[in-house]
């Protein structure tokens, strides 16, 4: 079995969950209060620079010339394809620039990309594509699924666009790179490695789910002024 179907195995309660979940399926039924779908696009926003750096730290801990191309790749997907289209959204939506410059991460937020950028801060390469490959792989699932469910997902005047990106053949690509490089780094790894890279994918994909619930009810920090 190659590393990732173990990976997913393990995954897949969540990963259906997510699919599930009352956001992603609002967007699928083309029903989805705008504010919500306003707050995420902000929080993704800010979720993605910091993914992005994700790319960087693979650059750096590559040893070789292929795999360093492949980082370089994901990462300027990631920048100038993927948040090109939240900055699309945020146009639409009247998000100034230095709105978003502004914004400030949610609490699920900095949980998740605390934990994504300390585990491959400190790990190795196995480390960092358990971290990511829930975030790249998942969403293109859940873009592909909505496709099949709601065929008429893509022609929503507001979620077409997102539904479109995620179920489209670029994004495919984007993360069968990713599920290939993470299969690349972790065969042959001894099983005590494997445990750690389990836990790590099932941390990430735990906080995607979050990731929606989060958006779903507006997630903020307590205020008391
Ligand atoms: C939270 C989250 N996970 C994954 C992706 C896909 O890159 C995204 N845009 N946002």
């Known amino acids: 079995m190659k590393p990732s179907e173990r990976l997913y195995q393990k995954a897949e309660t969540i990963w259906h969950a997510s699919f599930e979940h009352p956001f992603v399926q609002e967007i699928g039924q083309g029903t989805l209060d705008e504010r919500k779908f306003r707050y995420f696009m902000v929080q993704d926003y800010l979720y993605l620079l910091d993914y992005a750096k994700l790319f960087a730290f693979g650059v750096t801990k590559a040893d070789d010339e292929a795999t360093m191309r492949q980082f370089a790749n994901l990462l300027d997907g990631t920048m100038n394809t993927e ?56 969403y293109h699932e859940i873009g592909k699924r909505l496709v099949e469910k709601y065929p008429d997902a893509v022609n929503h005047p507001l979620y077409g666009e997102w539904v479109k990106m995620y179920a489209g053949e670029e994004f495919a690509e984007l993360a069968d790179w990713a599920v290939n490089l993470m299969d690349r780094v972790m065969t042959g790894k001894p099983e005590a490695d494997m445990k750690r890279y389990e836990e790590i994918f099932l941390t990430t994909s735990q906080y995607e789910l979050m990731f929606w619930e989060a958006a779903y009810h507006q997630e903020d920090w307590p205020r008391f002024s």
């Open 83 to 138: 948040m090109d289209l939240h900055r699309q959204y945020a146009a639409k939506f009247g998000i100034t620039t230095d709105e978003l410059a502004e914004a400030e991460q949610a609490p699920t937020t900095t949980a998740y990309t605390r934990y994504m950028l300390h585990a491959s801060h400190n790990g190795g390469l196995g480390e960092l594509m358990a971290s990511l490959v829930p975030c790249a792989w998942g």
